[in-house]
Structures are given as C-alpha cells and as structure tokens.
C-alpha cells in the first residue's frame, strides 16, 4: 500500500487477533500561517476526541487504536508542522514547542471543537497537558501516553546544549530507501517497534522520489532547541491543567522519562490516574485493546 492512501495497515501484534483498519478520511485544515492535515474516523457526530502524535510520527501512529475508539468518538489525529502531510514551517524557521501549542489550539478553533477530549502520545502528550493548561475550559478530559509536559532542563547541559545548536551546520543529504519494506526495516531498527506496528506510521510518512522513498518530515524537527523551559516552569504550567487526566506510562520506563520526574510532574496535576502497562514507547501500537480498554475507563 503507498504511503497516505488510507486507513492503516493489517498484521498481527503479539498475541492479538488481526487488525482490521476502519474506514477513515484525511481533512486539510487552514490555518493564517499554514496548512495542517489530519485522519478521520467515526461518525462526525459523535463527541470529538483529538489526538496528537509524538515526534516523528503522523497520524499512522493511531492506526491501531482509533478504529477501536471509533464507536464512540469522532476521532480526529492532527498532524502537526512539519510531520506526516502537515506544511513545514518556511526557511529560516525552527521548531518551537510552544508554537505547537499554539498550532493545536488553532485547528480547534478551526474545527469548531468547543469542547472536547485529548489525547497525547510523547511530544503530543506534551503539547496535550499545555494545551489543556492554557485552555482548561476546552479540554472534556485529558488521556496522555508516555508525556506529561515538554522535556525540561535543570541547567545542567543549558550551555552545551545552546552552543551546540548555534554553531554552523550542514544538513546531512536526505537518505533514499529503495522500497517501502527497507523503510519500514530502519524505521522499525531505530524504534525497537516490530516491522508490523511501525508500518502505519512509515507509509504515511513517506514520499517517493527519484530513485525511491524518502521521508517527507522537515528535517530541522531532528534539531535540538537552543533552549528548554526549566522543569520549575513545567511544573507550574501543569498546574493549570483541571481537566479530568489519566496517564498511561510503560513499564520498564522509558530513559528520558524517569519515575522521579513523572511523579513529581504528576503531583501537579489535581485530578490524574496514573497506570503502568508493560510495553515499550508506543504502547498505542502494540497493545491498542488494551490502551482502548483504558480509554473507556478513564
């Protein structure tokens, strides 16, 4: 199946009975400075759930789970500047975790989402939890997957890190992959995600070009920012969330997301449920039942 022509991809998860892709539909949506894209499914009057995918990833991510949510929800998986089918920013821009936020809260202006539940996986758990601090009112109820705020600093590498993303640079040459399966392979190797569940997000996250396939996310999204808000900052921030709020963490916990800091983050948040699963990073991937199942209890 070419990339971004449709409703996910089939196989089999470890121990799960085959996954049958819903029918969904993929919106453009118009904003001042951009246009963003976004996947469907369910009916569109059904309550709205938005769902923001991680770094690197488009809306293939929620292949798996939102055919399962679909019942209840109109789902709607927004990709963000510079990833999946969303514009990238114009040259001399970089990224900002921020102007995500802002991004998010303008296509739902766009999409006239009065009021509705979020969802988060990594980076777009992230934005999520500040969009749901900087419009409270908005947000019915708050699911976030492995993230709970931006990455923070504690000053530690601050000047390394600022230095590092000044100095001059040159972009390595975009690697071109000979078919879709050697894609999905080294998407699947950096990812430690099986073949099968890192195939939705690859073939959404593909162009082809001369000689083959090529990435179509910016490249500047692999830039470090020269600068992090101070996790006191992050902590703040979370406390303006009031939205009811569950938060899904694997269990061994990922590197850059660790007990302490999850717990302490946690404690800001006056109204969470906090729950293990064992699995790895995308938990929405690998056991989307499950993830759905907690979903419904949440």
């Known amino acids: 199946m070419p990339p971004g022509n449709g409703n996910g991809a089939s196989g089999r998860g470890s121990g799960q009975r085959p ?3 819903a029918m969904s539909e993929f919106v453009t949506i118009d904003l001042p400075q951009r246009s ?3 996947q469907c499914w369910g009916d569109a009057a059904l309550p709205p759930l938005l769902a ?10 929620f292949a798996r789970l939102a055919p399962l949510l679909a019942q209840h929800h109109h ?23 921020l102007d995500y936020v802002r991004d998010v809260l303008a296509a739902a202006d766009a999409l006239q989402l009065a009021r509705h539940t979020l969802l988060g996986h990594s980076l777009g758990a992230g934005v999520a939890a500040l969009v749901a601090s900087a419009r409270p009112e908005r947000i019915e109820r708050l699911l976030l997957i492995e993230g709970l705020g931006p990455l923070g600093d504690d000053g530690s590498h601050t000047l390394q890190r600022f230095r590092e993303t000044l100095a001059p640079r040159s972009d390595k040459p975009l690697r071109v992959f000979h078919s879709i399966e050697q894609a999905v392979e080294a998407r699947s190797m950096v ?36 600068s992090r808000l101070a996790e006191s900052q992050v902590q703040a921030l979370l406390r303006g969330i009031t939205a009811p709020t569950a938060l899904l963490l694997a269990q061994p916990a990922t590197s850059y997301l660790p007990d302490a800091m999850m717990q302490a983050r946690a404690a800001c948040v006056a109204n969470i449920a906090v ?21 419904a209890a949440a």
Not at 77 to 87: F, I
Not at 200 to 226: H, K, M, N, Q, Y
């Open 19 to 21: 996954f049958v892709p």
């Open 36 to 38: 963003l894209r976004a």
């Open 52 to 61: 923001l995918h991680g770094w690197l990833d488009n809306a293939g991510s």
């Open 75 to 97: 789902v709607i998986a927004l990709e963000l500047p510079g990833h999946g089918h969303s514009d990238h920013l114009p040259a001399g821009s970089n990224y900002h975790f």
């Open 191 to 226: 990812s430690g995600l099986a073949a099968e569940l890192a195939r939705p997000i690859v073939e959404r996250g593909l162009i082809e070009t001369a000689g083959g396939w090529r990435w179509r996310s910016d490249p500047r999204l692999t830039r470090s920012s020269a």
């Open 275 to 295: 729950t293990h699963m064992d699995g790895g990073h995308h938990l929405h991937l690998e056991h989307p039942q499950a993830v759905a199942d907690w979903i």
